[in-house]
Every structure is written in structure tokens, then in C-alpha cells.
Antibody, heavy 120, light 110 residues
Framework: EVQLVQSGAELTKPGESLRISCRGSGYKFADYWILWVRQRPGKGLEWMGVIYPGDSDVRYSPAFQGHVSISVDTSIATAYLQWSSLKASDTAIYYC?????????????WGQGTLVTVSS | EIVLTQSPGTLSLSPGERATLSCRASQSVKPSHLAWYQQKPGQAPRVVIYGAANRATGIPDRFSGSGSGTDFTLTITRLEPEDFAVYYCQQYSSSPPDYTFGQGTKLEIK
């Protein structure tokens, strides 16, 4: 069974750094792009960036370029989303998802989400 | 960057009725790169339609998708109580890479 399991909820302060994780299992992790998505409270889904674990190729949404960093450790089948200096506006649920398909492209498996709360 | 506009923002219907959700793109989208996701409160999204018209695994046949170019539709016939949720369309384009979501349509019980 394909599963993406994300790290637990975080409560942090403005200006702090943070890294959250997404561990894949049940499939060959290196072969599938991983997407990161932000969902602010009561709002819609925003794509942040994608990473291909096989070669660590990362593509960022223009809205998030320079604000976050996406990385991967294929030895432990884990993708990461990282901030160097959080803001209150980063408070959101963050999801990872696996990209499936080649001719058709969609996201077939999602993590359970990680709630990040940034508050002084 | 392609913008996806979903309408209506909220759709109020009763169980047993038919729901028609629209997704309009600012530029032409390949049907193979258009998907629909369902999100219930407190849950992650899950795919219901991929490739504009293909039901994902485990999705009942009352769900169907159609469309091409800039206009796509998700139709749910005979609404069941478990269908009431927020639905998002999402597209992929490759140059540059873009995975934009629409703003969502909330399907609520009338």
C-alpha cells in the first residue's frame, strides 16, 4: 500500500527556522515526483514546489521561490519542506502528495498534513 | 501561469439531485493534465477524476468529468450525503512547471 506519512504538528515563533517531513512507503520512492501544497485556514490549495527524488530536481512555484526550500533524502525515502525564518502568515496545513502518471498527470496519494502554527 | 476559475463558489443541493461544477482556465489545458480533487473537513484531498474524464480508483460511477481546451466540468449525479465537500480542479503544464489549483467549489447540503 502506497503511503505518505508526514511529521507532526509544530508550534513555532516568528523568525524561527523549521523543517517538516514526508516519508513514503509501499513504492519506489525515487521514481515519483513529490508535491508540497499549502492550505491556509479556511482557504484553498496552493502548490509550493515539486521534487524528483531520483535526482533531487526541484521546481518551485513563483509564489514560493526564495521563501522555502525543498529537499529529499532517498536513503530514508523522505522529502522535506524547510523555512529559514517563519512568519505568522506561514500558519497553515502543509500537505505532500505523490505525482502519478506520465501521459496523464495527477496526485494519487496524499500525506495526512502537517499543521504549522507561527505565533509569538 | 495558468489561472483556474471555478464556479459556483458554493453550490447548495439536496441528496439525490445532480451537481454540475465548472472549471475555466485562462489558457488551454491538455485534458490529460486536468484533475479534480475532493476535500472533506479535516482530511487531505483525494483525487476523484484524472485526465479530465477518468474516474480514480474507488470513485463511484455517479462521478463524471468532461471538457477540453479552457472549459471543464465535474458532474455528480444522484448526490449522496458523503459527496458534500469542497472540490478543486487542478492542472499541470510543463513549460514552466505549473500545478495550479482552482479556488474550489463548496458543495453543501441544502
Amino acid at each position: 500500500e502506497v503511503q505518505l506519512v508526514q511529521s507532526g504538528a509544530e508550534l513555532t515563533k516568528p523568525g524561527e527556522s523549521l523543517r517538516i517531513s514526508c516519508r513514503g512507503s509501499g513504492y519506489k520512492f525515487a521514481d515519483y515526483w513529490i508535491l508540497w501544497v499549502r492550505q491556509r485556514p479556511g482557504k484553498g490549495l496552493e502548490w509550493m514546489g515539486v521534487i524528483y527524488p531520483g535526482d533531487s530536481d526541484v521546481r518551485y512555484s513563483p509564489a514560493f521561490q526564495g521563501h522555502v526550500s525543498i529537499s529529499v533524502d532517498t536513503s530514508i525515502a523522505t522529502a522535506y519542506l524547510q523555512w529559514s525564518s517563519l512568519k505568522a502568515s506561514d500558519t497553515a496545513i502543509y500537505y505532500c502528495a505523490r505525482r502519478f502518471g506520465s501521459s496523464s498527470i495527477w496526485f494519487d496519494s496524499w500525506g495526512q498534513g502537517t499543521l504549522v502554527t507561527v505565533s509569538s | 501561469e495558468i489561472v483556474l476559475t471555478q464556479s459556483p463558489g458554493t453550490l447548495s443541493l439536496s441528496p439525490g439531485e445532480r451537481a454540475t461544477l465548472s472549471c475555466r482556465a485562462s489558457q488551454s489545458v491538455k485534458p490529460s493534465h486536468l484533475a479534480w480533487y475532493q476535500q472533506k473537513p479535516g482530511q487531505a484531498p483525494r483525487v476523484v477524476i484524472y485526465g479530465a474524464a477518468n474516474r480514480a480508483t474507488g470513485i463511484p460511477d455517479r462521478f463524471s468529468g468532461s471538457g477540453s481546451g479552457t472549459d471543464f466540468t465535474l458532474t455528480i449525479t444522484r448526490l449522496e450525503p458523503e459527496d458534500f465537500a469542497v472540490y478543486y480542479c487542478q492542472q499541470y503544464s510543463s513549460s514552466p512547471p505549473d500545478y495550479t489549483f482552482g479556488q474550489g467549489t463548496k458543495l453543501e447540503i441544502k
